[in-house]
């Protein structure tokens, strides 16, 4: 814990002080004090601090979601992907853009402007949808792990397909966006996402406490947790809403990032083991590390064309989660 703490208050820092603009130390600590030159301010308070105050919410939320979503389906490699939520926003996205670009086509069409500041809420709606088709199908016969997270395949895999075929058969100059969004960026988030993604973040910490018994129970098999006299499908219920919500906005606000919700949790075993009194808090903060480190990172590498956060931890989560695999009993 006293690690992960020492991590956050040295990333946290790092990604607001450096990036492209070189700002001396001097100005940055006078912009963050209420002081320092106009273009200081500019960049600090308008550019870096919101995109990482974005970057921790949606790595909390990212992180927690896999957390949440390996104990209830007992898959250790569960993320958010594995119900269907990143390809269904990638889906509502990919045809919300389409519906703007007709919006904005010549020929005296009356549909009203879509203002691409909907995108968060387009792709949480997305992701929320396809897991509560999967939720239904699941429903139908046993809410059970490997049911949920079989039908969670097979309708990724529909969604995921609908989307690609709207990419392939677009040609637009506004795919650029979605591309961009597809490979998971940071990049021109500002104050507005991380006003999006603040209530569904707070909300979820604020459920934690009350799911630490049941999420216990729920790892274990559903007859033997309902001897413990738990309601084996409504809390199943709960925290699979719980984590769809928290990954849903999280897709929506900065895309479809890779390995965090996967390896974090991981991560967070291998330093403080299964006790979940550790293990939730760990996983937040590796989360908010995680997400603002590789972001910062892809700025400084990639230099003025900066690399996507989604595409760091695509980089760098395979041969981590290697090292972790090998080192697990």
């Given at each position: 814990?006293g690690?992960c703490?020492?991590?956050?208050?040295l990333?946290l820092?790092?990604?607001?002080l450096l990036?492209?603009?070189d700002?001396?130390?001097?100005?940055?600590?006078?912009?963050?004090s209420?002081g320092?030159?106009?273009?200081a301010r500019?960049?600090l308070?308008?550019f870096?601090l919101?995109?990482v105050a974005?970057g921790v919410?949606?790595?909390?939320?990212?992180a927690?979601?896999g957390?949440?979503?390996?104990r209830?389906?007992?898959?250790?490699l569960?993320?958010?992907s594995?119900?269907?939520?990143?390809?269904g926003a990638t889906?509502?996205?990919?045809v919300?853009?389409l519906?703007s670009?007709?919006?904005?086509a010549?020929?005296?069409?009356t549909l009203?402007?879509l203002p691409?500041?909907w995108l968060p809420a387009?792709?949480?709606l997305?992701g929320?949808g396809a897991?509560?088709?999967?939720?239904?199908l699941?429903?139908?016969?046993?809410?059970g792990?490997?049911r949920?997270t079989?039908?969670g395949?097979?309708?990724?895999?529909?969604?995921?397909?609908?989307a690609?075929?709207?990419?392939?058969g677009?040609?637009?100059?506004r795919?650029e966006?979605?591309l961009?969004?597809l490979?998971g960026s940071?990049?021109?988030?500002?104050?507005e996402?991380?006003a999006?993604l603040t209530?569904f973040t707070l909300a979820?910490?604020?459920l934690?406490p009350a799911?630490?018994?049941?999420?216990?129970?729920l790892?274990?098999d559903?007859a033997?947790?309902?001897?413990f006299?738990l309601s084996?499908?409504?809390?199943?219920?709960l925290v699979?809403?719980l984590a769809c919500?928290?990954?849903?906005s999280?897709?929506?606000?900065?895309?479809?990032i890779a390995f965090?919700?996967?390896?974090?949790?991981?991560?967070?075993?291998h330093?403080?083991?299964?006790?979940?009194r550790?293990l939730?808090?760990?996983?937040?903060l590796?989360g908010?590390?995680?997400v603002t480190?590789?972001?910062?990172?892809?700025?400084l590498?990639?230099g003025?064309?900066?690399?996507p956060?989604?595409?760091?931890?695509?980089?760098?989560?395979?041969?981590?989660l290697?090292v972790l695999?090998?080192k697990?009993?």
């Amino acid at each position: 814990m006293g690690g992960c703490l020492l991590a956050v208050a040295l990333s946290l820092p790092l990604a607001v002080l450096l990036g492209v603009a070189d700002i001396p130390l001097s100005d940055s600590l006078a912009t963050l004090s209420g002081g320092g030159s106009a273009m200081a301010r500019s960049i600090l308070l308008d550019f870096r601090l919101p995109r990482v105050a974005t970057g921790v919410l949606a790595g909390i939320n990212f992180a927690v979601a896999g957390l949440l979503l390996q104990r209830i389906t007992r898959n250790p490699l569960a993320d958010p992907s594995i119900l269907g939520i990143s390809q269904g926003a990638t889906l509502a996205v990919a045809v919300f853009l389409l519906a703007s670009v007709y919006s904005h086509a010549p020929g005296g069409n009356t549909l009203p402007e879509l203002p691409v500041a909907w995108l968060p809420a387009v792709g949480m709606l997305g992701g929320l949808g396809a897991a509560a088709l999967v939720h239904l199908l699941a429903l139908r016969h046993d809410l059970g792990p490997m049911r949920i997270t079989l039908c969670g395949v097979a309708i990724g895999a529909l969604l995921h397909a609908l989307a690609m075929g709207i990419i392939a058969g677009w040609g637009s100059t506004r795919i650029e966006i979605l591309l961009e969004w597809l490979a998971g960026s940071l990049y021109a988030r500002s104050w507005e996402h991380a006003a999006f993604l603040t209530p569904f973040t707070l909300a979820g910490l604020a459920l934690l406490p009350a799911i630490l018994r049941p999420l216990d129970l729920l790892s274990l098999d559903a007859a033997v947790a309902q001897s413990f006299g738990l309601s084996y499908r409504r809390h199943f219920t709960l925290v699979l809403c719980l984590a769809c919500g928290l990954a849903a906005s999280a897709v929506g606000a900065v895309g479809p990032i890779a390995f965090v919700g996967l390896l974090t949790p991981h991560l967070a075993r291998h330093m403080v083991g299964r006790r979940q009194r550790l293990l939730l808090p760990v996983t937040i903060l590796l989360g908010a590390v995680v997400v603002t480190a590789g972001d910062l990172a892809g700025r400084l590498v990639g230099g003025p064309d900066e690399i996507p956060i989604g595409v760091v931890t695509a980089l760098l989560g395979v041969p981590v989660l290697i090292v972790l695999l090998r080192k697990t009993p």
